[in-house]
């Protein structure tokens, strides 16, 4: 069995994501990098974790004719940052937004000129917007800071690259 496309996408994400330690140069650890899993249970919320959220759309704009015709998608990760304070001295330092959205940049675009192919799988790929949140109770704070990536995929075949 083939892997799809997207999936095979997902995995150069969280593999340069994962990357992000003291060791590799980053500022700080990040704890985990976990995706929901297939029945939608979110994981639990643990400082410096990376929660890899994806939804995926048609991108008709890039389909390309041919045997078989080459369909497009945008796949968004929502990556949410949970960068909540440790909650003592003896726990991983409070690291702000701006800081955890800086080095997940540069683990994701690792000073690569073609770091928006994720790999050679994506026709393009682009930071949205970080949008702050934090639960009424207070117990998680980060941002959710989408990464849309463009691919083309056979139309017959979604593991087949176009």
């Given at each position: ?28 650890d ?16 643990k ?27 945008d ?88």
């Amino acid at each position: 069995m083939s892997t799809p496309i997207s999936e095979r996408i997902a995995a150069v994400v969280v593999s340069r994501l994962e990357g992000i330690t003291e060791s590799n140069g980053y500022s700080f650890d990040v704890s985990e990098v976990v995706r929901p899993d297939r029945h939608g249970e979110q994981p639990r919320y643990k400082h410096l974790s990376i929660i890899v959220d994806q939804s995926k759309a048609r991108n008709d704009a890039i389909d390309i004719p041919g045997n078989p015709p080459g369909v497009g998608f945008d796949i968004t990760f929502n990556l949410h940052l949970i960068c909540r304070d440790g909650g003592s001295e003896t726990q991983a330092r409070a690291i702000n937004d701006e800081e955890m959205q800086a080095e997940v940049v540069r683990a994701v675009t690792l000073g690569l000129s073609d770091w928006y192919t994720m790999g050679g799988y994506a026709v393009n790929s682009e930071f949205g917007s970080p949008e702050l949140f934090t639960q009424t109770d207070g117990e998680v704070a980060g941002s959710k800071y989408p990464l849309i990536v463009t691919y083309r995929v056979s139309e017959y075949d979604h593991t087949v690259q176009r």
